[in-house]
């Protein structure tokens, strides 16, 4: 199976998806050789309850201009989403819908539900991105890709080397499944373990994934790595720029409780601030 309907979430309020992230998006649909639909939300804004708030603050008119700052977020953002991916001939559709920034992460993942892969541009700010790609995450069942924002992270998106982070769990395995279209058109894999970090609950080693993989056609390597009393965070990141690495592929850890979520630490970090763009399945 290959990537062929991917998805891009557009934020447009408070702050709007950096043009970048626009563009990365595409260029990554291009590296899949997938076409690409964008969906961006109006966000309505809820006015206050108490009239005498609203009466000393004019509360009617803060409000019509939020909307009117989202409805333009969303109607630049779709734009020029459509005008990158025509011309590089991975155009899909576009989505618009109108929604409050609470309901937009369930919205998204209804959507997500039906597509290969969904793209999440991530800023470095704590903003509704981390929480809708938690969501998707948990709920969608189809895997995620964080973009990082630019100028923290200026190369180009390709597929030139990807890093899969393996630690003989269900997660990982899951992931590289999902990845394995991914893997196949990148021109090297570097299998990453980290010794000396947790307990490993199987005796199946690296060179059997590598084993497992190179039968699909993928050009594999083995990359053990001591954590050396690093947080697997920072090991992930080390290897990443030894590698020179295009993209990280790892299971995300973590659940659900009563809509918190509750994720381990190597999800965390990555998700929080990506170091390069991030492949997740849970």
């Given amino acids: 199976m290959a990537f062929e309907d991917i998805l891009v979430s557009l934020t447009t309020y408070p702050t709007r998806?950096?043009?970048?992230?626009?563009?990365?998006?595409?260029?990554?649909?291009?590296?899949?050789?997938?076409?690409?639909?964008?969906?961006?939300?109006?966000?309505?804004?809820?006015a206050p309850a108490s009239p005498m708030?609203?009466?000393?603050?004019?509360?009617?008119?803060?409000?019509?201009?939020?909307?009117?700052?989202?409805?333009?977020a969303a109607a630049t953002e779709l734009a020029e989403?459509?005008?990158?991916?025509?011309?590089?001939?991975?155009?899909?559709?576009?989505?618009?819908?109108?929604?409050?920034?609470?309901?937009?992460?369930?919205?998204?993942?209804?959507?997500?539900?039906?597509?290969?892969?969904?793209?999440?541009?991530?800023p470095d700010i704590d903003t509704v991105e981390r929480?809708?790609?938690?969501?998707?995450?948990f709920g969608s069942g189809r895997?995620?890709?964080?973009?990082?924002?630019?100028?923290?992270?200026?190369?180009?998106?390709?597929?030139?080397?990807?890093?899969?982070?393996?630690d003989f769990s269900r997660n990982s395995a899951r992931a590289v499944a999902d990845a394995l279209p991914l893997l196949k058109k990148a021109k090297l894999v570097c299998i990453l373990t980290v010794n000396?970090?947790?307990v490993f609950t199987s005796g199946r080693s690296g060179a059997e994934l590598a084993k497992y993989l190179a039968r699909h056609g993928v050009n594999v390597v083995l990359d053990?790595?001591?954590?050396?009393?690093?947080?697997?965070?920072?090991?992930?990141?080390?290897?990443l720029t030894?590698?020179?690495?295009?993209?990280?592929v790892m299971g995300a850890y973590g659940h659900s409780r009563f809509r918190e979520f509750v994720l381990g630490g190597a999800t965390r970090s990555m998700l929080s601030r990506p170091p390069v763009p991030v492949f997740l399945s849970h």
């Fill in 242 to 248: 030894l590698r020179d690495a295009d993209l990280l």
């Fill in 81 to 122: 989403f459509q005008k990158a991916a025509e011309q590089n001939g991975v155009f899909q559709e576009v989505i618009l819908e109108k929604c409050t920034t609470p309901e937009f992460p369930d919205l998204v993942t209804d959507y997500a539900r039906l597509r290969d892969l969904t793209i999440v541009p991530m």
């Fill in 196 to 198: 000396n970090e947790k």
């Fill in 224 to 239: 053990e790595v001591d954590a050396a009393g690093r947080d697997i965070a920072s090991v992930f990141e080390s290897q």
């Fill in 53 to 72: 708030g609203s009466a000393l603050l004019n509360v009617p008119a803060l409000v019509s201009a939020e909307l009117k700052k989202s409805a333009v």
């Fill in 17 to 46: 998806t950096q043009r970048s992230g626009i563009d990365d998006a595409v260029a990554l649909a291009v590296a899949l050789e997938s076409r690409i639909s964008a969906i961006a939300c109006e966000v309505r804004v809820p």
């Fill in 143 to 166: 895997p995620i890709v964080v973009l990082p924002e630019r100028p923290r992270w200026s190369k180009a998106v390709a597929l030139n080397t990807v890093v899969v982070a393996w």
């Fill in 131 to 137: 929480w809708l790609a938690e969501t998707l995450i």
